[in-house]
């Protein structure tokens, strides 16, 4: 069967709803953040148990699997040495933070929870789905269609550059790891590590003191929790700030620990340079302005500061800050500006990663198709649209996000009780398998 009216319906993906919410289960059960490398796995045994667990799923449902030495695999089917067609997922998880049952899947009403629910295993597992409904349609593809499966998404995107480098590309592709409609332009990406150096630490009334602070957990997530030690003539205290956890491309969503601790260190009267420097040039800060960084444009919106990591000791302050920019902005100046602004303060600066944006016309081939395919299945008339998160289009070419996530949902990526409504996760389901089957037939040989 290889036609140009096939038309997948909701009906196609309701009877695979228990084996999806069983198999998703298993996933979320499986701890896979970031660990240290082995010889066979270069993420973590964890990373690489799901994508084992993955894998064995995929092939009793008669798909191919393929490893790459740890780093990444893929699942295909169609016709061998055509061009790919990919959805491009990822099995890394963040790490579950003050979020005790993360990896306890619990289903209350129609909804899963557990860490990775929606970013990404949900929609790699509805991904596979998309694939099988077309197979078990009886669908004949003219391209190889390849889901491939990263584990390295939430440091680096490491897991991409490997693939890049020892596997072949799709003509097209999208990632099911944002939002819908579809996602023409990502912002810019950067981490920037501040160091800032302490010569003294009081306290109010000028005494020495000897402080440590620590918070975060990964430079993409807003910290929930800073931990504060203090020592004034031998007496010590411990004093613990809870802020509210969120994705850093959204940090209005959360309350950085960092910024209430720092404020309250200077409030009750300890003083050292890297205190004052934070709540002069960082704190309560989400656009950049102290730093002199602000800036905007219509096609991707405000840039965002969060501030992931924070460590300071007696001897200095360090913070490490995810900076989302617009698709329009040059990051070179931007760095110039903070090296600029940390002057007063002998500060220093090295930006360990940065990631370009990504910015398609909305008539490029790619976004047009899953645009429309969108509308389509929603009976919309949606633009694509300009995110902060960065995804697997900026590390793969002929790539752009796509979904899951609906206008109006609330997930809580990158926070506790991250969890996935299984009706929309069917329902996405139902986009992706049009969408595999659009791109067959929009792109050629």
């Known amino acids: 069967m290889n036609t140009t009216t096939l038309n997948l319906t909701q009906s196609d993906f309701d009877q695979y709803q228990s084996e999806i919410e069983s198999f998703l289960s298993e996933l979320i059960a499986v701890p896979s953040v970031k660990g240290k490398p082995t010889p066979d796995a270069p993420f973590g045994t964890d990373t690489l148990r799901a994508l084992n667990v993955f894998f064995d799923h995929a092939e009793n449902l008669g798909f191919n699997c393929h490893h790459l030495d740890g780093y990444c695999g893929y699942v295909e089917w169609g016709p061998k040495d055509a061009p790919i067609i990919a959805a491009v997922c990822h099995l890394d998880v963040v790490p579950a933070g003050t979020w005790t049952r993360a990896f306890t899947p619990e289903k209350y009403g129609?909804?899963?929870?557990?860490?990775?629910?929606?970013?990404?295993?949900?929609?790699?597992?509805?991904?596979?789905?998309?694939?099988?409904?077309?197979?078990?349609?009886?669908?004949?593809?003219?391209?190889?269609?390849?889901?491939?499966?990263?584990?390295?998404?939430e440091s680096g995107s490491a897991c991409m550059v490997y693939y890049r480098n020892h596997a072949e590309l799709p003509i097209a592709a999208f990632t099911p790891d944002a939002s819908f409609p579809v996602i023409a332009a990502e912002k810019g990406g950067l981490h920037?590590?501040?160091?800032?150096?302490?010569?003294?630490?009081?306290?109010?009334t000028g005494r020495d003191a000897q402080i440590t602070l620590r918070a975060g957990t990964r430079a993409n997530v807003v910290p929930d929790e800073a931990l504060v030690d203090i020592e004034v003539d031998r007496a010590t205290e411990q004093l613990q700030f809870t802020g509210k956890s969120a994705h850093a491309s959204t940090p209005d969503a959360g309350e950085n620990a960092v910024d209430k601790a720092m404020a309250e260190l200077e409030a009750i009267g300890y003083s050292n340079n890297a205190i004052a420097f934070y709540n002069a040039m960082l704190g309560f800060d989400l656009r950049g302005q102290k730093l002199g960084i602000a800036c905007s444009d219509d096609r991707s919106g405000d840039l965002t500061v969060n501030v992931g990591l924070a460590y300071m000791t007696p001897a200095a302050g360090e913070?490490?800050?995810?900076?989302?920019?617009?698709?329009?902005?040059?990051?070179?100046?931007?760095?110039?500006?903070?090296?600029?602004?940390?002057?007063?303060?002998?500060?220093?600066?090295?930006?360990?990663?940065?990631?370009?944006?990504?910015?398609?016309?909305?008539?490029?081939?790619?976004?047009?198709?899953?645009?429309?395919?969108?509308?389509?299945v929603m009976n919309a008339t949606a633009k694509p649209i300009g995110i902060g998160g960065g995804t697997y289009a900026r590390a793969l070419p002929n790539t752009v996000a796509?979904?899951?996530?609906?206008?109006?949902?609330?997930?809580?990526?990158?926070?506790?009780?991250?969890?996935?409504?299984l009706d929309s996760l069917l329902r996405s389901g139902v986009i992706y398998a049009r969408a595999f089957y659009k791109l067959d037939q929009v792109y050629q040989d």
């Open 192 to 204: 920037l590590k501040l160091k800032i150096p302490n010569e003294t630490t009081t306290d109010a």
């Open 319 to 376: 913070f490490l800050l995810d900076i989302r920019y617009p698709v329009t902005a040059d990051h070179e100046k931007l760095i110039a500006t903070v090296k600029a602004a940390l002057a007063p303060w002998n500060g220093q600066c090295e930006c360990p990663h940065h990631s370009p944006p990504l910015n398609l016309p909305d008539d490029h081939p790619l976004v047009a198709t899953l645009s429309n395919t969108y509308n389509e």
């Open 402 to 421: 796509f979904g899951p996530v609906f206008p109006g949902q609330v997930v809580n990526v990158h926070e506790p009780d991250e969890a996935v409504d």
């Open 110 to 153: 129609n909804k899963l929870y557990g860490r990775g629910t929606c970013d990404d295993k949900g929609p790699a597992v509805i991904a596979l789905y998309a694939m099988k409904a077309l197979k078990d349609a009886g669908y004949q593809p003219k391209h190889r269609f390849r889901l491939i499966l990263g584990l390295d998404e």
